[in-house]
C-alpha cells in the first residue's frame, strides 16, 4: 500500500486563495470598471500610452478594493 500524501491545513487566512480569487476578479470586474470610469469622466485618450496609464491607474484601485474585500471575506469565513 502506497504511503499517504501529507497535507496541510493551515489555521487561519488561506492566503493563496485570496491572491488567486483577487487576481481573477480583478480581471472579471476590473475591465468593465476601466472601461465605464473612462466613458464617465470623458478623459481623453488619444493614444496607447495614454490609455495604458489611465488603465494602470484605474486599475490599482480596482486591485487595492478587490484585494481588501477578498481578505475581509476570507477572514470571516474562517
Not at 26 to 50: E, F, H, R
Request: proline content about 6%.
Amino acid at each position: 500500500m502506497p504511503e499517504p500524501v501529507e497535507s496541510h491545513d493551515p489555521e487561519g487566512v488561506d492566503y493563496g486563495w485570496v491572491m488567486q480569487t483577487t487576481f481573477v476578479l480583478t480581471i472579471v470586474v476590473g475591465a468593465p470598471v476601466v472601461a465605464v470610469v473612462a466613458l464617465l469622466v470623458g478623459v481623453s485618450l488619444p493614444t496607447w500610452a495614454a490609455r495604458a496609464e489611465f488603465a494602470i491607474r484605474v486599475g490599482a484601485l480596482v486591485w487595492f478594493v478587490m484585494a481588501v474585500g477578498v481578505f475581509l471575506y476570507a477572514r470571516s469565513q474562517e
